[in-house]
């Protein structure tokens, strides 16, 4: 190894990188222009998925969205375009034939309204709602709390309203718990508070209030307008759709083959089908990246191979005046890991500089797409050390090349 700390080492690589500049930096930009690719396109890629989770945030992805609609098929003497509702005795049955594969499920009734407080009123969407809702849309509370199965019970006439609607109602700087609104002329007390989300948000402006007090209020007996299911873990959702809905229409006398009769929308496919994109992207990334490192690692070899070629009488002098067949073959592997590791340096500098650009232009603000676009250090370290490894035994080539030059061969080169 104490070649390596010898001047004459470095003065002789020196020497050669000087005598074929533009060779030399064709040579590092072909390397750089790799690990620079890797670093850049594997940035973008986590980029997008951390945009993609912001968007989903805490939304229970894995879920089916079901309504009805109008019968397109007549069946058991009922007529083409019949409409009908979703009942609550719907879920007891969804619940009990699907235990092992529903993890949650969220029945929902929806109106607007007009919502007044003191001299100020204006019509936003009220929403009958179980608790568990907050497990498949997390909320962001800023005050007090949100449904729970208490007010379930006790068909409480609370309600939990967005800012926005707090912002319209109140006073600034008014603490909203335990205040009154008035809801289709019906006092409710203010429970909760919760601010605007980044991620999907189904609702908007909504004021919540117990599935149980909206039964009782709207008189909508046992009728639901949509519901939410999620799926365990692991579970076929889209099988778990096509299921749900035959059962559906077993439930309501709907023919096994209409297609109108219920409407639904698997949040769970459309996200598998863009993680499947995301993966096939990180897959093409890891490809291209590799692939033209390894060109360039290639193109250091035919350098190194031509530089032997033209230092044949060079090495024909070392090798008359001592130099053993190691020390030649040290120097070219050396002077091979060296414009490997330059090439990787810069490549990853510049790739971290344009990610830096990149989460600056569009990874900042609420419409940001690519967020954090960063690469692990561990695949940085990974990519940087097989970088070196393949510089090193690309030398090996040349190396053996200038080895097996004969010293009295050399000297009578021209």
Do not use: C
Request: proline share 3%; glycine share 8%.
């Amino acid at each position: 190894m104490n070649f390596l700390f010898e001047a004459d080492t470095w003065q002789e690589i020196y020497g050669s990188i000087r005598k074929n500049k533009i060779r030399t930096v064709i040579t590092i930009i072909g390397v750089l222009w790799g690990i620079f690719l890797l670093v850049v396109l594997l940035g973008a890629a986590r980029g997008m998925e951390n945009g993609f989770k912001k968007i989903f945030g805490d939304f229970a992805t894995n879920s089916v969205f079901v309504w009805t609609q109008a019968t397109d098929t007549p069946f058991k003497g009922f007529q083409e375009g019949r409409t009908f509702n979703l009942k609550t005795k719907d879920i007891e049955a969804l619940k009990s034939e699907y235990s092992n594969q529903i993890k949650l499920l969220a029945p929902r009734n929806q109106t607007n309204n007009l919502i007044i407080r003191d001299f100020k009123s204006a019509n936003y969407q009220v929403s009958g709602d179980y608790p568990v809702l907050d497990k498949i849309q997390k909320k962001s509370l800023i005050y007090g709390r949100f449904l729970n199965e208490n007010d379930m019970l006790s068909t409480a006439k609370v309600t939990v309203i967005s800012e926005e609607m707090y912002k319209f109602l109140f006073d600034r700087n008014e603490i909203p718990i335990g205040e009154y609104i008035k809801i289709n002329s019906i006092n409710y007390k203010v429970i909760g508070v919760y601010g605007p989300s980044n991620a999907i948000d189904l609702d908007g402006d909504t004021a919540y209030i117990p599935f149980t007090t909206f039964k009782r209020v709207y008189n909508t007996a046992n009728n639901i307008d949509w519901m939410v299911i999620t799926a365990n873990e692991g579970i076929d959702i889209e099988q778990m759709e096509k299921d749900v809905l035959l059962t559906l229409k077993n439930l309501h006398n709907v023919h096994p083959e209409d297609k109108r009769a219920f409407g639904s929308f698997n949040l769970g496919t459309r996200i598998a089908k863009f993680t499947g994109f995301l993966t096939g992207m990180q897959f093409l990334t890891w490809f291209v990246g590799i692939a033209t490192l390894v060109a360039g690692v290639f193109a250091i070899g035919n350098i190194l191979l031509i530089t032997v070629k033209e230092r044949t009488k060079e090495i024909g002098i070392r090798r008359a005046l001592g130099a053993t067949p190691k020390d030649i073959r040290q120097q070219i592997i050396l002077e091979s890991v060296f414009l490997t590791t330059i090439a990787g340096m810069l490549g990853i500098i510049f790739g971290g500089f344009v990610l830096f650009l990149i989460d600056w232009k569009f990874g900042q603000g609420e419409d940001a797409t690519l967020i954090n676009p960063t690469v692990n250090i561990p695949i940085i370290m990974i990519a940087f050390a097989t970088l070196i490894v393949l510089g090193t035994l690309i030398g090996l080539i040349p190396a053996h090349m200038a080895t097996v030059v004969k010293p009295i061969e050399a000297l009578r080169e021209e």
